[in-house]
C-alpha cells in the first residue's frame, strides 16, 4: 500500500468510525432521525430497487457461493458491498465532502485456508457506487454486475493470495422476504427491506496463491437496506443460508438481545420459487460445537430444526476459522448440513 493509500485507509476508518461502531453490530441498533422508516406495503419493484437508496442509513449487496473444483474439493466465495450515509439524501457533495461511506468485504475459503480482504471509499469520488440500470456496483476494481446478456450476473474481487472471476446464471426467481419484503427484526418493530436470488448458477475461475482452478457451483445474492434495522438491546446476529440438494432454498437467523433474548425468523423457499415465511415457534438454533478463534468462542456446529417442514439438521463449518478480520471483525463461512435433508450454504455470525 502507498502512502497516499494509507492515509486514505486511516481517515476512512477515523471518519466511519463513529458510524459502526456505536450501539450493537455496526451501530445497526442506533436511532435515525431524519431517515427514511421501513414501514410495511411498500413494494419492492426490479430491477429498481437494486440500486442504491440514499433515503436509507444503510443498506448492503451481498452474494455467497459454494463452489467445487473439477477434483470435488469444497471452495466458498463471499463478497459485500455496504453503503451508509451520516445523513439521508442524495449525495451531491463531490470528493471528501461526501455524506456517504462504502466499505466491500471479499473472502475465499477451503477447507485449511481463509482468505479475507477489505476496501473502503468515499462517496463523491467514484471509487465506489451503485446503480440500477444497468446493474452495476464496485469498489475500485472489485465488480458485481449484470451480465452483457442480462441472464445474469459477473462477480469479480481480490485480495492477497486470492481472487475470483466468477458468472452467476439464474435459475429460479427472486423472493421477497417477510411480508412482501418487510422483514422484521426486533419485537420493537426494527425492520429493513429485504430480498434475495438464491437460485444462482456459477461457473468461473478461482486463484489461490497464484494458482489458477476452473469451479462450478451454486449461489445466493441478498439485497437489504434499512434505517435501523436492530433493536437498541440487540449485538449480533446468527444467519444461516442454506441449498437444499432437494432443490428447496432455506434462510434463517437469530438476532441476539439482552437476557437471552434472540428473535427469529425465516423464509422456506420451494422449488419453483414460491416463498413461505417461517415464524420464530417453528424455528430451532442450538449450538452444539465451539472454536477458539481471534480470541472468541464461536459457535462453528449447530442443530438447525424447523417443525413444519420436518427439517432437522446438523449444520458444521467448512472451515472452523472463517474470521473476517475486517474493520468490524465476523465470522462467515461456507457450512455443509446432514440429517434429514442434506444441504450446502453459509453461516454468518456477528457480535461475537
Given at each position: ?13 477515523v ?47 451481498y452474494v ?58 468515499r ?35 481480490r ?79 446468527d444467519?444461516?443460508s ?98 434429514s ?12
Amino acid at each position: 500500500m502507498n502512502i497516499k493509500a494509507c492515509i486514505t485507509a486511516i481517515v476512512l476508518s477515523v471518519m466511519m468510525a463513529p458510524v459502526v461502531a456505536a450501539q450493537g453490530f455496526a451501530g445497526l441498533g442506533t436511532t435515525a432521525e431524519g431517515f427514511a422508516r421501513v414501514v410495511p406495503g411498500v413494494p419492492i419493484t426490479l430491477p429498481e430497487d437494486f440500486g442504491s437508496h440514499p433515503d436509507y442509513r444503510l443498506e448492503w449487496w451481498y452474494v455467497t457461493a459454494n463452489l467445487q473444483t473439477a477434483e470435488g474439493e469444497p471452495v466458498g466465495v463471499q463478497w459485500t458491498l455496504f453503503r451508509q450515509a451520516t445523513k439521508p439524501g442524495a449525495a451531491i457533495e463531490g470528493g471528501w465532502s461526501s455524506h456517504e461511506f462504502w466499505m466491500g468485504h471479499a473472502a475465499l475459503t477451503t477447507a485449511d485456508s481463509h482468505f479475507a480482504a477489505e476496501k473502503l471509499a468515499r462517496g463523491g469520488t467514484g471509487q465506489a457506487g451503485a446503480t440500477a440500470s444497468p446493474f452495476d456496483t464496485w469498489i475500485d476494481d472489485w465488480r458485481f454486475s449484470r451480465s452483457a446478456k442480462n441472464k445474469g450476473f459477473k462477480l469479480k474481487s481480490r485480495g492477497e493470495n486470492f481472487s475470483y472471476d466468477l458468472v452467476l446464471t439464474e435459475t429460479g426467481p427472486p423472493v421477497k422476504h417477510g411480508e412482501n419484503g418487510y422483514s422484521v427484526k426486533s419485537d420493537k418493530g426494527q425492520a429493513s427491506y429485504y430480498f434475495s436470488h438464491p437460485f444462482l448458477e456459477v461457473s468461473g475461475t478461482v486463484e489461490i496463491n497464484g494458482e489458477a482452478t476452473a469451479v462450478t457451483g451454486e449461489a445466493w445474492l441478498d439485497r437489504e437496506w434499512s434505517s435501523q434495522p436492530l433493536a437498541a438491546d440487540q449485538s449480533g446476529w446468527d444467519w444461516f443460508s442454506l441449498k437444499l440438494t432437494s432443490g428447496e432454498r432455506l434462510m434463517l437467523f437469530g438476532l441476539r438481545g439482552n437476557d437471552n433474548n434472540i428473535y427469529q425468523s425465516g423464509s422456506w423457499v420451494t422449488k419453483q420459487g414460491r416463498l413461505a415465511p417461517l415464524k420464530a415457534d417453528d424455528i430451532e438454533l442450538t449450538p452444539l460445537g465451539y472454536t477458539d478463534v481471534a480470541g472468541r468462542k464461536v459457535p462453528t456446529r449447530w442443530s438447525v430444526t424447523v417443525r413444519s417442514r420436518e427439517l432437522t439438521l446438523v449444520v458444521e463449518a467448512l472451515n472452523h476459522n472463517s474470521w473476517m478480520p475486517t474493520s468490524i471483525a465476523y465470522w462467515e463461512g461456507p457450512v455443509t448440513a446432514t440429517g434429514s435433508h442434506d444441504a450446502v450454504g453459509y453461516l454468518e455470525m456477528t457480535g461475537y
